[in-house]
């Protein structure tokens, strides 16, 4: 049985380097460089080229090599037999939840805007408002979303979640689907969108539900791109009805030189680095479901198809 990580892009010699430290003896490939296509049993991916998988006929198992999987499950040519999982990890976990809790602040207290008023020499105070003040709404309260929200609670803010199905989240209230989505954005202050992207969630930050926000709200985006109808943001920021939005994921990355966001006055913009996956923590456990398979036991972290996350 051999593993192979298959990117487009991106540089594994950390990867590699972490499982070869972790496992010297692990038969491991670096796609396209595979020796023994057939010998391939699982593989470690991050967006990788589209019908790759067929080459590999007896793959059973696909590991994201982050939290998210819609770069694996947009595969129209899934091979049926293979287990999904993905990575859950502390440090990606702690790293999503003190991010978001700067962004948080950074609106709060103003800092990108006395930045730009750095920059102008101008010496202008504006009205902040209060941690206990405001209600920040996580939408979202997955294995991230649930440890933005119990931070933010310790640090004082109000906070609700949403969710797909009832949950018990520490004094956090936690809205349930559809019907009560309504009821959680008239409530939220600061929104912070931590869904997976799926055929639900796509586009879900748009016109009908950002107008239900509260007049001066805030947008934060560190989930995917595509939940956000970029045209939509605009028009709500453009007549006031939302004052800002911190944006950390894109439907183009790298964002395009061009693009309206760069030097949009109420949007921050950073380069997708909310919690990036550390490949010597993550290694262990993609090296525990290796030994899962090859004992025959149940994976760590699997995704569901059917949820499509
Ligand atoms: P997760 O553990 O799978 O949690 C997903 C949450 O979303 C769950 O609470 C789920 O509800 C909820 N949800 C899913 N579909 C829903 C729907 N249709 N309506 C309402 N709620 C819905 O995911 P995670 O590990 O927290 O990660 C979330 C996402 O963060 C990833 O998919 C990835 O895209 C993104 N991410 C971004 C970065 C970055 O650097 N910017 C880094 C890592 C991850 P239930 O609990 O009821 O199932």
């Not at 309260?141 to 004082?156: I, M, P, S």
């Not at 803010?157 to 009832?166: E, K, L, M, S």
């Not at 809205?175 to 969108?193: A, M, Q």
């Amino acid at each position: 049985m051999s593993l192979i990580i298959i990117t487009q892009g991106k540089d594994v010699s950390s990867w590699v380097k972490a499982l070869k430290e972790k496992r010297p003896d692990l038969a491991l490939s670096v796609y396209p460089d595979v020796p023994d296509a057939a010998a391939v049993e699982g593989a470690i991916v991050w967006n990788h080229p589209l019908g790759v998988f067929k080459e590999f006929p007896n793959l059973k198992w696909i590991s994201s090599m982050g939290a998210g999987v819609d770069h694996v499950l947009k595969d129209p040519e899934l091979p049926e037999a293979a287990v999904i999982t993905r990575i859950t990890d502390e440090n990606l976990t702690n790293d999503m939840a003190t991010f978001t809790l700067a962004l948080v602040l950074n609106h709060l207290r103003g800092l990108s805007f006395y930045k730009v008023l750095e920059h102008q020499q101008t010496w202008k105070r504006k009205r902040y408002q209060r941690i206990e003040e405001t209600t920040v709404g996580v939408m979202g309260t997955g294995v991230l979303g649930a440890a933005v929200a119990r931070l933010l609670k310790q640090t004082g803010f109000n906070v609700n979640g949403w969710a797909r199905t009832p949950k018990d989240l520490d004094g956090v209230k936690v809205y349930v689907g559809e019907k009560e989505l309504s009821d959680f954005l008239s409530r939220t202050d600061v929104l912070v969108c931590l869904l997976p992207l799926t055929k639900e969630t796509r586009n879900i930050l748009n016109k009908r539900t950002l107008e239900q926000l509260p007049q001066e709200a805030f947008v934060i985006n560190v989930a995917r791109g595509e939940h956000l109808v970029e045209e939509d943001l605009i028009e709500m920021l453009d007549k006031g009805h939302l004052s800002g939005a911190s944006l950390d994921v894109f439907r183009q990355e790298p964002l395009p030189q061009d693009h309206i966001f760069w030097k949009h006055p109420k949007i921050n913009i950073t380069p997708h680095i909310a919690s990036v996956t550390d490949p010597n923590t993550a290694v262990n456990q993609v090296l525990d479901n290796y030994d899962r398979l090859q004992n025959m036991e149940q994976l760590l972290n699997v995704v569901s198809l059917t949820k499509g996350y």
